[in-house]
């Protein structure tokens, strides 16, 4: 039984009345008590609020049409029933909410469609419950619209009865909204709080439940800060707990960031709690459920379950035993093989209309450790079964969560009863939204991680670190937190709100500073003035802040923007000094270049002068203080970005800018933190203290001050930018309604331009807007001044009327930015032809091209297809603007193509306007059967709703079309039949020449660019062709010659006999859905989808020769004449299947790179890395899955490099990877450098270790004691052993796959020697090999050197090294190094010997060297390019690949076994010479496809062979590296291929050479270093070997814009010592670090650094 809790003293009138109107569909028994709640049959949902209860019950009854017909209305009933909890019930927004509901009402019976819905109900309960409404209604002052309604609503029956049983104590006394006794505690709290229900002082509890994956931003403020307040009202207790329940995410570092941003926002919890602490109760309750048969094991898949849950399906185990499923459950608790397949789910409705409910998830097995319990449990608990659970349990009255959890109530509510549990009350609150910013902790770690912005406390994220290192104030963020309050009303806010508060925080109290601009100064020459100082106040009206010094003298300095203002014989007030009188203002090449003036401070006349800030000009007593001042815009462009956007598509990444300014003297002595007001410049807040003359570095270090905006919106980006007005953003119709949004004003009011034509005054609508911007500016500055609440509720009043008769007049909602529309004014010179031609060509073009995205999203098309078809549109939208100067709009009328008088217009535009007409109503028609028939068949919901979004999609594109709403049934213009239509003739004509040129050069092989340029040519035509007709192009179309009388551009009209009524509906419908047919094949849709489509076709085809009696023919086929030449037939079908109508771009796939090399060189890199299937990423950060493609590559290496190691007599060998702690630490410099990157184990199973083991960063300190043991005497030497492995290094920020991991494998060899002769001749040696293994395979140059003492290897006595360089970044990698470590390690280790000649223990000399699969990355960075890999021939598992072309289906089948053959032949031809080779026979893929496929991967060669190659015993063969195509004989192939290979090596070392040796400088000063580095170059510079000086080398060139996204700052480090040194160190030289001068002992070549 369905039973309705209404509570007595507050009633849920609204949930009520839908009870009352579905009764005879859901039987619902009313029970009168103290909480409101609804039970179904499937267990209670709980208490929970009148419009969720009203939109439960509606969904029971689909068939009444309560909850809206469709999904549109769906959406404004929601928008309703969220204005209920918003707007209509928050004090402060009620009077705008009545005038806003007036306005809907005025044209409208009912607030949703044509009959009466939920949301008349549930707004109908909400003003009949609302004292102020009833105060209104009995004083007479209800708007009348309005009042009609809520009479009309009352007469209702269902209505009258439900009201006559209201209970006697929840009777309401009216009383006026402004009455002080009802507002003293909102007006106490700040903000928009509403009443907690059952709360009780000194009882409430409430919690903030974070999880510890990341920064707090001011969303989780606005939690903190909500639960904190209703904490303080009720004098109740506050609990801070972490939702640890996912393992995976939790992070411990995290929570002490939390804790401390919570002591920042000065929120104190009472008790301090994690969801884990509760895991052993919660896993009894699961149990519970288990047992009492209210929860099973699921073994299903994740996807599978998850498209049940959709279909609502019962799931294979939902029925098992209770047995089976303790079972199961045991399997899980082990973390079992078995039980990590399966789920915990709570049993409770997949019939439900809440998806919710569907027996969802409550139990995962997850066999991983957990922050805080370790590996006790291998089961963790989902937060939705935890939370209703741990709030019980932890006492939590009121757990308040936001609107987006409000369908998952019932399910918090089930858990409760079905275990008995006590129940809190649940409170939702709108999430805090803002614009132009991202919320989600995934986005705002993406920025973080690739290097967008500087770190989580950039002053760009929304995080509470940033923004307060931004210079909001705690108070400010607490004061704007708490304004929201508790409304439901889902909204985006601007940033201008946050800081406007922060303002009136920071204006009262902060000292006031001046700067001038350093790049344009001008100087001021006062006569009469000699140098003196006087105090002035740091703030004009806070003598609390204090004084500060002003100096003032013979000559001053200001801004050159200043200077251009002044005028000759006028006083100008000086700030904080006085007026001068301006004598003369000097100018050159049109600019300042100095004034004379005079003192005139005896007047003190201010009002009309010119104000300007100044600075004395002395070094002595008044010195300039550097300054910088940064500026930050948006981190998002966008201001709310739509569900289908990629954030990334719109990061500002022009966001910081910086001035250079000269700042007083007073700036010296800001702290880190400090915030000033720069008179005339805005707010700052300091980020870097000023630091004196440095000798080292040449220059004092600026004082760094960032802008802090004001709330205004210029004050986001550059100083001076100017932003044009844009809407409010809001939800729905909230936008509309007074308060939803605030107009944006330019800074500086504009220049008047004159006029082109003057009408001698302003238009109605003109006159509207401009009273509409007075009046908000006055209901604005009534807010600022804190004006009486009356007074401001009547200007807004007006304010809402003004923006009533806006809509009256234009039909539209005022919006923030509205102007005047163009098409409305009279031109004064009439655009161009060609202007208009362009912009008709490109609305077609957008037009057709907006049809192909809607098709594609319809059909759920792969996204790369969708992002490319969608980059076209954007880009034609572009050119539309760049024509028109206009946005383009839907429907927007297009200028006249030549433009003539009225009386004489063609009525060929008519023509066109009706054809489209005719061909949009068939599409409406015919999207309208295929939407019936999915309900009617009760397709899956998605299907439904993808066709139902192309059918309202069709609609608008009639609209906009016609100017009229679309209805079935309803008459349109015929089209006319007489117009010329030469046009489209000679557009068809060169359409199906250029499709044959298109067709020639395919079959040709042409080069893909000229095929590429020769398809854009035909898809510019086919837009042509619908710009002129109104259709799409189709290659059955019959051609029209010039001088006969053409058909009409439907489709329709081409038959011989056009069928009247029913027939020619039909006739209509049959060629959109073949349209909509062709479409789906074309696109390669589901193969269901073009089933279904085509059934539809069939049965209108059926219907229409039901209805005429004849065979439906197409248009041009089979009802012309007889006498048609056979031959044009067989053309016809030969370009069917070629010329696909509508199709995308050519080559849009996602098959290839999507970011390039030189724009985006990290997105790049690993787009190269994972679509040539080199490696795939893995769950631990810093770790990577190496694939065979991969994998081949350091084989070969291996190969090469472990042959030749073996000439030299060095042994294979493995060590174990663990290393004690004890070895590790004996060589204190070697760990020193190693620590950080050191993983230790700690833990065996529960069981802590006695003594922590690493897992090797290197292995010195692993073989060494056993060479101890090993050598003992003069014949044990030398020892040379060698191991390959892998390697852990854990520390390091922003992983690089194979550049920098944190494992990765690579060879180490150790060896020992009794002389030190033959350890350095072996350093160097084996520095060779390395040097051959980059040049000789992988075709990359090097640099040979030796490392500084900095740079050596910890513990050695010196290190050699090869150096690569990257042209992409400009940065150098360390490619390989050879180690000698002398005597140190033995030393440590006492491996010794005894020398044969002394009889003396000795110590042996050991060298260590390796090389990585870095080698690898440094490679793909040196060779690839924009289309993917470029392998060299000796590291390339696959050096030549074969493609069979030319395979069609009209090719014969002996002829297809042939060019089988032969290329099979090839390939054995190939092998047999030792070359790695592939015939990629592959049937179901292209050639081209193919062709991209193996270029991506990176093949050096690659061979087409097609039947006319081997009728020329030919083929042809495209290299890699250059693209160069090459036709070849079939004889020679054995011995032309493994020369050409050869070639390609060479030519890529060369190449690669080439870039390398153009970037390497010697440079003598640091002037000419500095503008090296940023010109990506390495430098040879003398250098005196210091460490000191190294490191301050690398700090004064750091700079502060990253050489890429995602990389970190870096200045230069010194990369080796080269071998080949450019030239002599002279006398009198000096090193290359300012202020040095030690005598440099040789070059160094510096430079960035992987």
């Not at 100096?551 to 005028?567: C, H, M, N, R, S």
């Not at 049109?590 to 010119?610: I, M, P, W």
């Not at 809402?800 to 909602?813: P, S, V």
């Not at 066709?947 to 049934?969: H, S």
Request: net charge positive; aromatic share 8%; proline share 6%.
């Amino acid at each position: 039984m369905t039973k309705l809790n209404v509570s007595k003293k507050c009633p849920a009138v609204g949930a009520l009345l839908t009870a009352g109107a579905v009764q005879g569909n859901v039987n619902i028994s009313v029970v009168w008590g103290e909480d409101t709640s609804y039970t179904m049959e499937g267990g209670s949902i709980g208490s929970t609020t009148p419009v969720g209860i009203a939109r439960c019950i509606a969904r029971q009854a689909p068939s009444l049409g309560l909850y809206g017909q469709d999904i549109l209305s769906q959406t404004e009933v929601d928008h309703w029933l969220s204005f209920c909890l918003g707007p209509l019930s928050c004090l402060s927004e009620f009077k705008s909410a009545i005038s806003y509901l007036d306005n809907v009402l005025k044209p409208v019976t009912y607030l949703v469609g044509k009959a009466i819905t939920i949301a008349d109900y549930c707004v109908f309960g909400s003003l009949n419950r609302n004292p102020h409404w009833l105060f209104m209604m009995e004083k007479s002052q209800a708007p009348s619209s309005l009042m009609r309604w809520y009479k009309m609503l009352s007469a209702l029956p269902e209505v009258k009865a439900v009201l006559q049983k209201l209970p006697s104590e929840s009777k309401l006394t009216p009383t006026a909204a402004g009455d002080p006794s009802k507002e003293k505690k909102e007006e106490s709290a700040g903000g928009k709080f509403v009443e907690l229900p059952g709360a009780e002082e000194g009882k409430v509890i409430v919690r903030f439940p974070p999880e510890a994956s990341g920064f707090l931003h001011v969303g989780h403020a606005k939690a903190a800060l909500l639960n904190n307040h209703y904490k303080e009202s009720f004098k109740g207790k506050l609990i801070m707990r972490f939702d640890d329940t996912n393992p995976a995410k939790e992070k411990e570092e995290y929570e002490e960031v939390i804790l401390e941003d919570l002591k920042m926002l000065q929120v104190k919890y009472d008790h301090f709690s994690r969801t884990s602490d509760h895991f052993e109760v919660i896993l009894k309750y699961c149990e519970k459920l288990l047992k009492e048969g209210k929860a099973y094991v699921d073994d299903t898949d994740a996807e599978t379950m998850k498209a049940e849950r959709e279909a609502k399906k019962d799931s294979k185990n939902r029925n098992n035993s209770v047995d089976q499923n303790l079972k199961m459950w045991e399997e899980m608790k082990k973390g079992s093989e078995k039980g990590v397949k399966c789920a915990v789910r709570a049993k409770i409705d997949m019939q439900s209309a809440n998806g919710c409910l569907r027996d969802p998830t409550i139990y995962r097995c997850k066999p991983e450790p957990h922050p805080a319990t370790g590996t006790k449990y291998k089961v963790y608990p989902t937060y939705d079964f935890a939370c209703p659970i741990v709030d019980s349990v932890e006492g939590v009255t009121h757990s308040l969560r936001t609107t987006e959890y409000m369908d998952r109530d019932d399910q918090f509510y089930w858990f409760i009863d079905a275990l008995g549990l006590r129940k809190p009350y649940i409170w939702a609150y709108a999430r805090l939204n803002l614009t132009n910013t991202v919320m989600s902790k995934r986005k705002l770690t993406w920025l973080v991680d690739e290097g967008v912005v500087d770190g989580w406390n950039d002053p760009r994220l929304p995080t509470v670190r940033g923004v307060l290192r931004r210079g909001l104030t705690v108070e400010a963020l607490k004061q704007f937190i708490v304004a929201q309050g508790s409304s439901r009303s889902v909204v985006f806010m601007e940033w201008d709100k946050i800081w406007a508060f922060n303002k009136k925080v920071l204006d009262p109290v902060v000292p006031r500073h001046t700067t001038v601009d350093k790049s344009y100064r001008v100087p001021v020459n006062v006569s009469g003035v000699q140098l003196a100082s006087h105090a002035a106040a740091r703030h004009p009206k806070n003598p609390e802040v204090g004084e500060k010094t002003v100096w003032t003298g013979p000559v001053l300095t200001i801004d050159g923007v200043d200077a251009e203002q002044l005028k000759e014989g006028e006083n100008a007030t000086f700030i904080n000094w006085g007026n001068l009188m301006i004598k003369k203002v000097n100018k050159a090449n049109n600019r300042v270049v100095s004034v004379d003036a005079e003192d005139n401070t005896s007047n003190k006349d201010f009002k009309k002068t010119l104000k300007l800030t100044w600075l004395c000009e002395n070094d002595d007593k008044s010195p300039f203080t550097p300054t910088l001042l940064v500026y930050y815009d948006h981190i998002i462009s966008k201001p709310i970005l739509d569900k289908d956007d990629d954030f990334k598509n719109f990061v500002n990444k022009d966001s910081k800018f910086e001035v250079e300014m000269l700042g007083d003297p007073e700036l010296k002595k800001l702290k880190k933190g400090d915030i000033v007001q720069i008179q005339r410049r805005g707010y700052f807040i300091c980020d870097v203290e000023y630091a004196p003359y440095d000798q080292s570095v040449g220059r004092a270090r600026p004082v760094v001050m960032l802008a802090i905006p004001d709330g205004t919106p210029n004050s986001y980006g550059p100083p001076g930018k100017t932003v044009s007005p844009s809407s409010a953003p809001g939800k729905g119709k909230e936008s509309s309604k007074a308060g939803g949004g605030k107009a944006k004003a330019t800074s500086t009011p504009a220049k008047a331009s004159p006029a082109t034509g003057s009408s001698g005054g302003q238009s109605g609508v003109e006159k509207i807007l401009n009273d509409i911007k007075s009046q908000g500016d006055k209901v604005r500055s009534l807010k600022e001044a804190k004006a009486d609440k009356a007074t401001v509720g009547e200007a807004v009043k007006v304010l809402l009327e003004l923006k009533g008769q806006y809509k009256a007049a234009t039909g539209e909602d005022w919006k923030p930015g509205a102007t005047v529309k163009q098409e409305s004014k009279v031109a004064a010179t009439p655009p161009s032809s060609n202007a208009n031609d362009n912009a008709v060509e490109l609305n077609a073009k957008i037009i057709a091209q907006g049809d192909i995205v809607r098709k594609l999203k319809a059909d759920k098309a792969d996204k790369s297809n969708i992002d490319a078809s969608v980059k076209i549109l954007l880009q034609l939208k572009g050119d539309f603007k760049s024509a028109t100067g206009k946005d383009w709009k839907p429907g927007m009328q297009m200028p006249e193509s030549n433009p003539a008088p009225a009386a004489q217009k063609s009525s060929s535009g008519e023509s066109s306007s009706s054809s489209v007409a005719v061909d949009l109503n068939a599409k409406v028609s015919a999207q309208g059967d295929v939407v019936r028939k999915l309900k009617g068949e009760k397709a899956d919901k998605s299907k439904i709703d993808a066709e139902v979004k192309i059918l309202l999609q069709l609609k608008a594109d009639f609209k906009a079309a016609t100017g009229l709403d679309w209805k079935p049934g309803m008459k349109l213009p015929e089209p006319e039949t007489n117009s010329p239509q030469t046009g489209s003739c000679d557009i068809d004509a060169k359409i199906r020449s250029q499709g044959d040129a298109v067709r020639k050069l395919k079959s040709e092989k042409a080069d893909k660019k000229e095929i590429d340029a020769a398809v854009k040519i035909l898809l510019a035509l086919k837009a042509d062709f619908k710009a002129a007709t109104g259709t799409d192009w189709k290659p059955d179309m019959a051609p029209k010659s010039a001088s006969s009388t053409p058909a009409v551009t439907t489709t329709k009209a081409a038959s011989p006999a056009k069928p009247d009524g029913r027939g020619a509906e039909l006739h209509d419908k049959i060629v959109a859905q073949g349209n909509i047919v062709r479409d789906l094949k074309s696109k390669k849709g589901d193969q269901a989808e073009i089933d279904a489509a085509v059934k539809i076709l069939l049965d209108l085809k059926g219907e229409y020769k039901t209805a005429t009696g004849e065979t439906w023919k197409p248009p041009g086929g089979g009802g012309g004449s007889s006498s048609k030449p056979k031959q044009d037939k067989k053309e016809k079908q030969k370009e069917k299947p070629k010329e696909k109508p509508s199709a995308p771009a050519a080559g849009v796939t996602r098959l290839g790179l999507e970011a390039k090399k030189e724009e985006n060189l990290p997105e790049w890199y690993a787009q190269v890395l994972t679509k040539s299937e080199m490696l795939d990423y893995y769950d631990v950060s810093g770790c990577y899955i190496l694939r065979p493609w991969s994998y081949a590559i350091w084989d070969f290496i291996k190969e090469f490099f472990d042959a030749e190691i073996k000439k030299l007599d060095v042994e294979n060998c493995y060590f174990p990877c663990f290393v004690s702690k004890a070895a590790l630490e004996k060589e204190e410099t070697h760990i020193e450098d190693f620590a950080p990157e050191v993983a230790w184990v700690t833990k065996s199973g529960n069981s802590e270790l006695a003594e922590p083991i690493a897992i090797r960063p290197t292995s010195e300190t692993v073989m060494y004691p056993a060479y101890a043991r090993w050598i003992q005497s003069y014949r044990d030497l030398p020892l040379k052993l060698n191991q390959w492995n892998n390697i852990v290094r854990w520390e390091f920020k922003h992983p690089q796959p194979f550049l920098r991991t944190r494992e990765f494998l690579w060879q180490e060899g150790h060896t020992a020697f009794a002389t030190l002769k033959e350890a350095e001749d072996e350093v160097m040696c084996i520095l060779n090999l390395y040097k051959r293994v980059f040049e000789e395979l992988l075709a990359v140059p090097v640099v040979q050197g030796r490392k500084t003492e900095k740079e050596k290897f910890a513990g050695g006595d010196f290190t050699t090294t090869i150096e690569a360089y990257i042209a992409a970044s400009g940065r150098a990698i360390q490619a390989g190094t050879s180690h000698h470590l002398g005597q140190n390690f033995s030393k440590m280790f006492e491996i010794t010997f005894e020398n044969p000649e002394t009889g003396e223990k000795q110590y042996v000399y050991q060298n260590s060297w390796g090389i990585t699969t870095r080698t690898i990355g440094c490679m793909v960075m040196v060779h690839a390019d924009n289309a993917g890999l470029v392998l060299p021939p000796r590291v390339a598992k696959i050096q030549v690949v074969v493609v069979p072309c030319g395979v069609t289906v009209n090719l014969k089948k002996e002829d297809r076994e042939a060019l089988y053959k032969e290329c099979e032949d090839f390939k054995s031809r190939l092998q047999a010479v030792g070359i790695r080779v592939k015939a990629d026979m592959r049937e179901n893929y292209s050639p081209g496809w193919k062709f991209n496929h193996w270029e991506l991967k990176g093949v050096p060669i690659r061979v087409e062979i097609g039947p006319k190659d081997m009728k020329a015993s030919q083929y042809v063969l495209v290299r890699r590296d250059t693209g160069e195509k090459i036709v070849m004989k079939r004889a020679g192939v054995e011995d032309d291929i493994p020369a050409l290979l050869d070639t390609i090596q060479s030519c890529m070392l060369a190449k690669a050479r080439t870039e390398m040796t153009d970037h390497i400088r010697v440079v003598e000063n640091f002037d000419d270093f500095l503008k090296g580095l940023d010109e990506k170059c390495l430098l040879q510079s003398p250098f005196c070997g210091a460490v000191p000086c190294e490191d301050e080398i690398k700090e004064l060139s750091k700079k502060d814009a990253d050489l890429e996204p995602g990389a970190p700052s870096m200045g230069a480090k010194s990369l080796c010592v080269p071998f080949k040194q450019p030239g002599q160190i002279k006398p009198g030289m000096k090193c290359i670090k300012p202020g040095c001068n030690a005598t440099p002992i040789s070059y160094c070549m510096f430079g960035r650094s992987y």
